[in-house]
Structure formats: C-alpha cells, structure tokens
C-alpha cells in the first residue's frame, strides 16, 4: 500500500476535522476584519480618524498586554509568595486535610533556589551550558564561514551544515538519541554488536567499555550540550559568511597586497571587521541555551544530573506543582535574557538604521 | 591601519596588480583555498549530516534489525528496506491528527499576527497620532519577556478566565481543551517581534506613494489594505517562515497547553511522548520523528533566502 493512501484512512475524519476548523477560523477572521474594515471605512468627520487608530492599533496592544505583560507581573508577584498548584485548596497535615493558605514570603523562593542543592546544581549546569554552547557554536560557524568564503562549490556542505537549524528540538534530540545509544556488552563483558553509532565509532578505536552515555554523568550533560550546537552551528555559519560576504573586496585585496595572508588576514582584517555580528551571534546562541528546554526536557528530562534551569522551572511549575519555586526560577531566566536580548535588538535597530 | 588607508594605497604601492572586480575575487579565493580547508569542511560536513542519515535510514528497517543492530547495517541489505513503520505510525500510532493538529496551530498562528501586526506597524508608522512612537517603543521593548513568564498566568486565565476580587472580568471563551489554547497564546507571544519587523519594512515604504493615495480621497484603511499590504510581502515572507518554522517546532507551549491528551498534541509533543512510550517500539521512532520534521525541512529547502533573513531578524525572540 502507498504510504499516501494509508494518511488517508485511519483517523482521517478527525484530522479532516480539525483541518475544517483551521479554514474556519481563519476565515471568519478575515471576514471580521474585513467587515470591520468596511464599517470603519464608512465613517466620516471627527470620528474617522480616532476610530481608524483604533482598529489598526488595538489589537496588537491588547494581545501583547494580555499575553506579555500582565502574566508577566503576575509570575513575579507569584515567585515571592509559596503558591503550590493552581487552584490547589488543601493539604495534609498529620493525616488531616488542612485549608492551604497562599501567602507572600518575601524572597524565600529565591532563598531556596540558590542554596538548595539540586537547584544550585542546576544553575551551575547552565552557566556551562551558556559559556560552552556559544563558544563552541560560535568557533565552529566562524571556521565554517571562513573556510567557505574562500572556496567555490559551497552550495552542498553549506546546504547540509545549515539543515539542521529547520528540525526542532524535539526532533534533533531523537536523531542524536541514535546516536548515544548504550554501548551493548555481551555475557563475558565484551563488546557486542552495536546499536548506537557512538559506541561503535568508540569501540573500534579502542575504547573497549564506554560508559552508557546518556545515564552516567558528567559527560552526558556535554553529550545533550552537542545536540544544541549541532543545531546552532548553521545559524551562525550563514549569519558570519553574510557579514563575511558584506567585507568590501578592496578591504581584503588591498591587504593581501600589504602581504597579510590567511591567519594574520583572518586575525588583523576579517574578525574586527565582522566583530559586531560575532557579538550578535553569540548572544543569540546564548539566549537559546539559556532556555534549553526541549533537549534536556526530551532526552534525559533533566534525570542523570542533567537538569538545566528552563527545564527545571517547567518541572516546578507544571509537574511537581511548585507554582511559587517554578516563578522564581522563570524570573532568574528573565534576568538573565534581558540584557542579552536589549543588546541583539539595540544592535539590530542600529544596523537597520546604517542602511 | 584602518581600512580606507589600506585601500588607497595599494593601487600605489603595486602598480603590477591589474585584476579588478570579479576577476580579483577569484584570485583572492584561488590563493586562500588550501587542500586542508577542504578536508576540514569534507569532515565537519560529514559530521553534520551522519545522524540525520542514519536516522532516515532507521525508518526503513523492521524492527528485529532495529534492536539488534546499528543503522549502518543497511548498506549491507538495502533490499531489506520496508515502509511498514510508516504504515504503523500512520495508523495505529496516530501520527495524522498530530500532523493535523500541527497544521491546526501553525496557521492561524502565522497568518493572524502577520495581519494584525501589518494594521499596527501601517498606523503606527503612517496614522500618526500622540503616543504613536510611545506605543512603538514599548511594543519592541516585549522582546525581552521569554515567553516562559507567561505560562502559568495565562494557563489560568484559559482555565477560568480573568477574575478580579472573584468577578470573572474577562470569560475564559471555553479555550480550555482546544487548540485555540496553544494558537492563541503562540498569536500573543508573536506581537513584539512581528510588529518590530513589519514597522521596519511599513516605515520605509516611499512617503509619496502613500501620500498620493491619501490625496486620491483613500482612506487610512483602504491604503492599508491596497497599498500597503500588497507592497509588504518580502517582509511578510520572512516574518512567515520563521512564525511557522517556530510554532511547528515548538514544544514548551504545546506541551503546556496540550497537556498530556494525546487527541490534542501538535507532533513535537507526539514524538516526545512517544520516545517515553516507545521503549519496546525503538523502530517506530525514526518514521514518527521523520514526519514530524519532513514539512520544515521541506519550507527550509524551497524557501530558505527569505528562512535566512527571517531566522536573523527572529533570533531574538523566545
């Protein structure tokens, strides 16, 4: 049977469905805009240009209200009380069912999360995360973006180190899960017949018993850190080869010229002259570890001493109910991304406005 | 030295270098390129496609090969391949309602903020009104919230609406449960970055195209929507493809918001799941994975100038 055929049947009539409901959707969005649109577009004199503001401004203040700003001064008042689940009335004490109160206790929450162990732990994971990721993102792009600038028939190898940056996380983590498969031993404690390709490539250089790679720690953590830069390194080779390409070619004729030739062009030329996007690029990267959620929370969901902020924050908040803990921990992330991110957008703003 | 001395000199200094233009490009290329450069790139190429290889060659084996031996096996017995994991996961494992449900989120969740985000970057930037560049500003400064501030709050409010003092202020429009949840809340999160974007394009639009339409008697929203809409779409375009490479690929909204009901999970939140599940179902992994990431691959593949600038101008956002 042709696999098309097959999508066709099974649960057909319910995915055709929710496809209906999509066009819907969008449909009677469009037609309610249009009808606004016809209505508004009618009315003269004083009103015409109060309500014309209105409806072209509105509504994207109202959503980025509604979904930005007050959840997000809720999480904040929210991280300094000892909220548990939502709508969580009772607990029991001594066998007893006793009214749980929510009450503000100051910074307690934050208290907790920078002494309790495991929390600690999980903030130090991530400060490595945040350093290793970009720098070894960041160092590989650059060589990428280097080496292909000075070469013809880029189009393949560009194509395929940039594909990764389309699949999500969820995705990367299951390919690179092939990878660590646990090394396999036979009876006698030999290696037997690999599943994984990790252990494979290991053992056939002579590393007779890896460790099982994604339960024993550390190296597992380094090994889920790879999944991320496998994913980033596209993003910062085609954002570095741009700004590259952007070089004036009398810059680096001129210099080749003054005898500057590959590292001394690439360290005295070509980094300062790009140094603004190696920033960009590495912040970027940055934010992206910083809220590393998917891998670890896929892979390992922070078991095996892997945890990560982002990942813990979803565990507190969503899973173990810890409603005020999980906010402190969202308002730590935020802290971090905001000057990293005002520093992207300020940077972009800058350069749109050079052009 | 700084760049411009350099270029002025040289002339110069060398009167013998005679290549200009593209002719000097190819030179420059020709004396940089060193045999290592390409082994370097050969190998990091290579490195970065193996897994993905390997684990589309994984989805066309049976599943007693999957456990007992690696996908490299396959180029020992390519005549072994089989399509019946993709016949599985396409009907007993359901992949097509989360195929359908990703569908179900994406597009609106695309196609309405690039809508309502075009209104507010035309008024913004051409209806100027006091406040306009206040409302600007603050709209662009959002960026900064990860999105991860706002789930529980608005977890509530689609539980039970906006209550004040126990007054349900804003209902919650029974959301709760549907996929509206997940589009909508991908809608909120979209504004900042989507009106930055399109206020940049809708801003430089020439002043006197607008102003003629405006003299012709069209109005503010006639020219939104003749004018200025149609002239929008590069920007459009890009802001597109990286909304809905975003959302399709997204997890942490989904699975917020999807919960654990398995009728209304996108595929990323599917194929998570079932990497939990499919312990003794390790060949099923592979096809469930494949189709969960054949329709980005497939928009990166056709589309990816425009995926390339939307990719720099989103990095930001999250």
Redesign the interface.
Known sequence: ?H?ST??L????S???S??F??IA??AI??AA?LVI?AV??KVTGRF??PL??V???A???I??V???????I???V?SFTNEQA??QKFKIVDGKLVEYKTKFIGLDNYRFDFTDSYTLHTLLRTVIWIVLVPLVTVG?GL??AL??D???HTT??R?????????????A???????Y?APVYNQDGTPG?????LS?IVIALGWQHPPNWILDAPGNSYLIMIVMV?IQ???AM??LG?ALKAI???????????GA??AT?FRA?QIP?IRNTLI?VAT?VT??SL?A??IV??MTNGNYSTDVL?NQ??NE??VTNQ?GR??SL??L??LC??PL??Y??VQ?RRE?AAR | MT?ST??A??PE??AR?VLTGPA??RA??R???HPL??L???V??VV?????L??FL?SFRDKGS???????NWFAHPGSST?GN??TV??GD?M??P???S??IT??AT??PI???S??A???AW?R?RG?SF?FF???A?????L??????????F??GVRLGGVTVIPSFGLKGS??EIWV?H???S??LA??LLH?FIAALPRELIEAARVDGA????T??SIVLPLSTPAIASFAIFQF?WV?????VA??FGGSDA?HQPV?AR??NL?GSFGAHQEL??PA?FL??LI??V???AL?RF??RG???G??K?
Not at chain 1, 248 to 258: F, K, M, N, Q, T
Not at chain 2, 66 to 72: L, R
Not at chain 2, 248 to 252: A, G, K, M, S, T
Request: a positive charge.
């Open positions: 049977m696999p097959v999508i049947a099974g649960t057909a319910e995915a055709g929710r496809l409901g999509v959707t969008v969005f469009l805009l649109f508004v577009g015409e240009r014309t503001i409806v072209l401004v509504p994207a203040v959503l980025s509604a979904g930005l700003v007050v959840p997000a809720r999480t904040i929210t939502a709508g590989i060589l990428l080496l292909l000075r070469m013809t393949l190898p194509t395929l180190i940039f594909l990764p940056t389309a699949i999500s996380f969820v995705g983590s299951l390919i690179w899960a092939l990878v498969n017949t690999q599943t994984g390709l494979k496998w390194v596209g993003f085609v954002v741009a004036p070619e009398e810059i680096i004729e001129a210099a080749r010229i003054d030739s590959g062009l030329v002259m960009v970027t934010i992206t809220k959620f998917d929370n896929t982002a924050m979803y908040l969503f409603t999980g906010s969202a308002v992330l935020f991304v905001v991110v005002a992207n957008v972009l749109r | 760049a350099v270029s000199e040289a200094n060398d270098i000097a490009t420059v290329r004396a940089f390129s450069a390409s370097i790139v050969v990091l190429t970065w496609t193996v897994p993905l390997g684990f994984n999957v456990g007992s031996s690696g996908w490299w399509l993709y016949r396409l009907n359901g097509v309602l195929l359908a449900n569908l179900a597009i609106p196609v309405i809508l309502l985000a209104m507010a035309y008024g913004l209806v009104f306009s409302i603050a709209i662009f959002l960026q900064v919230v990860p991860q501030m706002a789930l529980v709050p608005l977890q509530k409010y539980n039970s996929l509206a809340t809608t909120m999160f504004m900042p009106v930055f940049n109005s503010h929203l006639r939104f929507r490479l399709w690929n997204d997890l942490l699975k917020t009728s990323t194929i998570q990497s992994l592979a994975g969960a990431i980005p691959l928009v990166f593949l990816q995926f390339v990719l720099l101008a990095s930001v999250g």
